[in-house]
């Protein structure tokens, strides 16, 4: 009997709540449908299932064709079979912005009991139970998996009361608008920086930036970069000296930090690139983010590949040049002319060492421009980490609050 009870009640519940969950078919509680667009809705009506959205820019062949769609309305459950890392069989999407119409491909069920709309949202969608669920009523195909709708209606889940979905479902939306609150500031942090890095660095040609700290006047010069670079080349002399780093467009990491320990450089780094504390080192990349430049500022010693060069600066802020070299237009239209290798980028020392940089000679500005950027990032950081803070507390409460 206390294994059965344990089943059928969440470990956090609100006060005043105290009997079973009642296990249902989903037969008695949602019905297979297929109604179909009799025009009645248009374009704009289009809904991302994905992302529950209208879709402003949905086209299709001709108007004919939205006959084929299916009509999902308010409070409706539609099936997406994309398998992903978080859903291995697909999951079920609530509607939770109004009437639309949504591709064929995908199956609507209509509730058809009293039910809170987004306590469903969040039950029908939470992969540890439906997970379980669609496993046993789905067909896999290369790229998906098609649900069997019948097989669907006969599994069972646990359900509480309608008081009890109507706590829960506003609690947990809540916290997903808190959640989508924090999301935009950061965001529009990131595009602030952004903003301000093309202003503070001066664009290809000119010799001014269009934004500058107060008492600094002088003209910008174009100097070889490799008047400010010195070369570091001490390399390991046995297996594991010194921990192995991953440079990465998000930063400098411990490699089993950064791949969760699921990956190595290889079993044997003798010979790889050592780079000492507040030293650079950067990385080839793939596509339009061509390289990034890291300074190490996690450990005494690291280790990197020896496809990433190290080397340090002299009479120019370190922090400063990391800055203009990962976001100023020069390095990266000197960068897409210089680059070798296809779908993996390289460039070698001594091509850097040739780039012309438009540059403040003033270490003054150099320092106030990089305490600047440092500060800003940290508040992204602290944001981030409110974030994060959120989202963890989130997947807790749904891991305590349903059955």
Not at 107 to 124: L, N, T
Not at 242 to 258: I, N
């Amino acid at each position: 009997m206390m294994s059965k009870e344990k089943r059928r009640v969440p470990k956090l519940r609100f006060p005043g709540f105290t009997e079973d969950w009642e296990q249902r078919k989903f037969s008695d509680l949602y019905e297979k449908i297929s109604e179909k667009n009799d025009l009645s809705y248009s374009l704009d009506k289009i809904i991302s299932v994905a992302n529950m959205y209208y879709k402003s820019d949905a086209k299709v062949s001709n108007e004919e064709y939205l006959r084929t769609y299916n009509i999902f309305r308010y409070g409706e459950i539609a099936f997406e079979g994309n398998k992903s890392k978080n859903f291995a069989y697909g999951r079920f999407v609530e509607n939770t912005i109004g009437d639309g119409i949504i591709s064929h491909v995908f199956e609507v069920f209509r509730p058809i009991v009293k039910y809170d709309i987004y306590f469903w949202k969040y039950y029908i969608n939470y992969e540890p139970i439906m997970g379980k669920v669609l496993s046993r009523c789905t067909k896999k195909t290369t790229m998906m998996t098609n649900l069997v709708a019948k097989d669907f209606l006969k599994e069972t889940i646990l359900v509480p009361t309608l008081a009890e979905q109507k706590q829960i479902g506003t609690l947990l939306n809540t916290l997903d608008k808190f959640i989508t609150l924090h999301q935009r500031k950061l965001d529009n942090l990131k595009l602030k920086k952004k903003a301000l890095l093309q202003k503070l660095f001066p664009k290809n040609g000119e010799r001014y930036p269009e934004l500058r700290f107060p008492g600094f006047t002088d003209t910008w010069e174009q100097r070889k970069l490799g008047d400010y670079l010195i070369q570091y080349t001490e390399i390991t002399t046995q297996n594991n000296q010194y921990p192995v780093l991953t440079s990465s467009r998000k930063g400098l990491f411990f490699q089993t930090d950064y791949y969760d320990g699921n990956q190595i450089a290889s079993k044997d780094n003798t010979g790889y690139n050592i780079v000492p504390y507040g030293y650079f080192t950067y990385r080839h990349m793939s596509d339009d983010e061509i390289f990034h430049f890291n300074i190490n500022y996690i450990v005494d010693k690291g280790i990197v590949s020896t496809l990433y060069p190290v080397f340090t600066t002299k009479n120019l802020n370190s922090n400063y040049l990391q800055l203009q070299l990962n976001y100023g237009s020069e390095f990266r239209k000197y960068a897409v002319l210089l680059k070798q290798g296809g779908s993996r980028t390289y460039m070698y020392f001594n091509k850097l060492k040739d780039l012309k940089l438009t540059i403040s000679t003033s270490i003054d500005e150099q320092e106030i421009i990089a305490k600047f950027f440092i500060s800003f990032e940290k508040l992204i950081t602290l944001h981030q980490r409110k974030l994060d803070h959120l989202k963890l507390q989130k997947k807790a409460l749904l891991q305590q609050m349903f059955v």
